[in-house]
């Protein structure tokens, strides 16, 4: 930033470097979109559905056993068989219904299927008004094998119903197989939506056409280069489909960010006199500066997500990282040949300097105002926070269901039945599995299934001894279904959970069940416990994540300011606005605040993946906007040794531009908010709340309040550090020296 950095005599000379070969620059720009375009429609295909779970888990490890020795496991589809007339022991409804548990069986990718009418007739596969059964069935394979292979080939078969019976499918597998075309669909009519309304707020703020399409461009640009980078993971890993999502609503939000900041200051210079060439390669200097480093700072946020040991969270730091990478080249290589090209028509028509004036002058008066009452407005903007924020106090993580999908989708539809119809879910038992080479004592197995069985919450336990039902036999079971399949020892127990119990928190179920003493050595899978591993496995490497994001954005920032209480400072902020967006989404989608407005079913709980990706995402964001108002207050400081100075002239420069990018920004995220799936809905309004809060009331008057009150301590750090730091505050040195060879003969 400062013209003494070997940074900014960098930036300098790629800004002329653009100007010199403009045409070169936006014809190679051209192909380079062109080529990643056909990259990036390979890349859409290439990414992977993913499934909640924790490698190494004991579910995991469980799953495996089960599969391994027993030949089976939890059902990865359910199908809702309804009789037409009568109820499911009626003789023609029992005979449709054996014969098309047999047809599924023997379907290709089918490793066993079981029904009411297969396993004796238990209570928990029928509905209490005798109307409806179950058929389970279990397919092994990856989520891309289960979804996208055998479900579309198998669920024509045997959904088509007969004259006996009417079927329906559901399951955690066909549930996730609905939500991915939904989520594009949302996407893709809120991408509908954003593009004229950025078009619009970016017209109204710059007054240009051309200053407006601009920006879009960069995002646009963005997009397509962040899609195609997006085959360099995919050579290595899997990457998660919504990965494309991300790409999407990030591409355009920071690539018309970036290119706003230097759109912005090319026209401020050309006000100053500089010449239109020399204006885009101070622009580059400049806002190019706060580019790389905000850019760094959102790679950085998002980066974290790597340290979690799930594809699904992973996928969103790769898509993240190439987005930025796209931005940047967007806004510091394309763009500045772009307005070397065409910059008069980007500059503003007369009057729009006097009303840029007037924004400027505006919040040069706020920033004056807030600064003589620095307690006053501080305390007053830090408890309207604190009191939106105050919500999150009762947030509760729960796990995922059928109620992310809209009430209309068919998954979802099959689903309620089953939770609303059926007095336990088998569907979602845990499977109770003895470790290798434990000795099992049938006696014992007897035992502990009645244990079990007594526990709350539990409605039935299936075991080698029988069924077992608050905590006494209620019948034989079958025997069979329980022995390995080497002939070796060991067996295996089915806890069937009651339907009250999974829609309370099928996580304190899963605990429950741990925590009963067991006569030899078990694992517990099944898909509660699948959960649990998982949401246990987030949680405990959050704080990990929250604190490799604090100290690289610290560390950031402290290399653009040399400070050491700005970077605290910035991570308290944007720590409050993170609460603000927590705070908004249990008050509206954990409480159901709301929820008629937006279209969804609460569920009292919120699923821990997405919030962590929105923290990633909202941060990042966030400290975006700090750098670029740090960078402009340290730029003047630097400038003129005075704190209250630099905020002022930094807020007149920055805070129209800061709150312009904010709102569209905002907004870009906020036409999320009438997606159908609920994981995408709460993304869009979670992220649009942080950067509204964040761009306006934070931004505005917290920044300036608490640079007020520490005066000089802004800038103060240990001479050991000072050397890690950018140049110290002072008086500006030379300018660097203009590269162009024609200038040393300008006077």
């Not at 599924?104 to 005798?130: C, H, I, K, N, Q």
């Not at 807030?370 to 729960?398: C, E, K, T, W």
């Not at 290798?436 to 539990?458: E, F, I, M, N």
């Not at 994540?545 to 970077?567: D, E, H, K, N, Q």
Request: proline residues 6%; charged residues 20%.
């Amino acid at each position: 930033m400062d013209d003494r950095t070997g940074r900014g005599r960098a930036l300098r000379r790629l800004g002329w470097w653009a100007v010199r070969r403009r045409r070169l620059v936006l014809l190679c720009s051209l192909a380079a979109a062109v080529v990643a375009g056909v990259l990036a429609a390979g890349t859409v295909g290439a990414l992977s559905l993913a499934r909640f779970e924790a490698p190494g888990s004991e579910s995991d490890r469980a799953a495996a056993l089960l599969a391994e020795r027993f030949g089976t496991g939890g059902a990865d589809l359910i199908l809702l068989v309804t009789a037409r007339r009568g109820d499911v022991d009626d003789p023609d409804v029992a005979a449709a219904g054996r014969a098309l548990t047999e047809r599924v069986a023997a379907f290709d990718g089918v490793a066993e299927a079981a029904s009411y009418w297969t396993r004796g007739a238990p209570a928990t596969l029928r509905s209490t008004d005798g109307r409806h059964a179950l058929i389970l069935a279990r397919i092994p394979g990856d989520a891309d094998h289960v979804r996208a292979r055998v479900l579309p080939a198998l669920l024509p078969e045997v959904t088509r119903g007969e004259a006996a019976i009417e079927v329906r499918a559901g399951g955690g597998e066909e549930v996730f197989r609905q939500t991915v075309p939904l989520a594009r669909q949302d996407f893709v009519r809120a991408e509908l939506v954003i593009f004229p309304l950025v078009f619009l707020l970016l017209w109204l703020y710059l007054r240009r056409i051309l200053a407006a399409v601009l920006p879009i461009l960069a995002g646009l640009f963005a997009m397509v280069i962040g899609l195609a980078l997006l085959r360099v993971p995919l050579l290595y890993t899997d990457v998660s489909t919504f990965a494309l999502n991300l790409t999407l609503a990030m591409g355009l939000g920071l690539g018309v960010d970036h290119a706003l900041f230097v759109v912005s200051r090319f026209r401020e210079e050309v006000r100053h006199g500089r010449d239109r060439h020399e204006a885009v390669a101070r622009a580059v200097e400049h806002a190019g500066h706060t580019v790389l480093f905000s850019g760094a700072t959102v790679a950085a946020s998002l980066a974290v997500l790597l340290v979690l040991p799930f594809d699904f969270l992973r996928s969103f730091a790769y898509a993240g990282i190439a987005v930025v990478i796209g931005g940047m080249v967007a806004a510091l290589v394309v763009l500045p040949a772009a307005l070397a090209v065409a910059g008069g028509a980007v500059l503003p028509r007369g009057g729009h300097a006097a009303e840029a004036a007037a924004r400027g002058g505006f919040w040069t008066g706020l920033a004056a105002r807030v600064m003589r009452r620095p307690l006053a407005f501080g305390g007053v903007a830090a408890a309207a926070l604190l009191l939106l924020a105050s919500p999150v106090l009762g947030l509760r993580f729960g796990v995922a269901d059928d109620r992310i999908l809209p009430a209309s989708a068919p998954a979802r539809q099959t689903q309620e039945v089953v939770r609303a119809a059926f007095p336990a879910e088998e569907t979602d038992a845990l499977q109770v599995v003895t470790a290798p080479g434990a000795a099992v004592d049938p006696g014992a197995v007897a035992g502990y299934a009645a244990a079990l069985s007594d526990l709350p919450g539990v409605a039935q336990v299936d075991s080698a001894a029988g069924s077992y039902a608050g905590g006494a036999r209620v019948g034989d079971g079958d025997p069979a279904r329980f022995r390995p399949r080497d002939g070796g020892g060991g067996t295996w127990l089915s806890v069937v959970p009651s339907a009250e119990a999974m829609a309370a928190d099928p996580v304190r179920l899963v605990d429950r069940v741990r925590a009963e003493p067991a006569p030899f050595p078990v694992l517990v899978g099944g898909y509660p416990a699948e959960l649990a591993d998982y949401r246990a496995s987030v949680v405990d490497r959050l704080p990990l994540a929250l604190g490799l994001m604090f100290a690289v954005t610290f560390a950031v920032l402290f290399r653009l300011t040399g400070s050491l209480l700005i970077p605290l400072k910035a991570a308290v902020l944007n720590a409050l606005s993170l609460a603000v967006m927590f705070g908004v989404i249990v008050w509206v989608y954990q409480e159901g605040n709301l929820a008629s407005v937006l279209g969804f079913t609460p569920t009292g709980s919120v699923d821990p993946s997405i919030p962590i990706l929105m923290l990633c995402i909202a941060y990042g964001l966030s400290m975006d906007y700090e750098v670029f108002l740090l960078s402009r207050i340290t730029e003047e400081y630097r400038r003129t040794g005075d704190t209250e100075t630099a905020v002022a002239a930094g807020l007149r420069h920055g805070g129209p531009l800061i709150t312009a990018a904010g709102v569209i920004l905002a907004l870009s995220f906020a036409a999320y908010g009438t997606a159908q799936v609920v994981f995408v809905q709460m993304l869009g309004v979670g992220v649009a709340v942080a950067v509204l809060a964040d761009a306006t009331v934070i931004r505005a008057i917290l920044v300036p309040a608490a640079m007020r009150l520490a005066g000089r301590a802004n800038w103060w750090a240990p001479a050991p550090l000072r050397r890690l730091a950018g140049p110290r505050p002072g008086p500006a040195a030379a300018a660097v020296p203009d590269p162009r060879p024609e200038a040393a003969a300008r006077p």
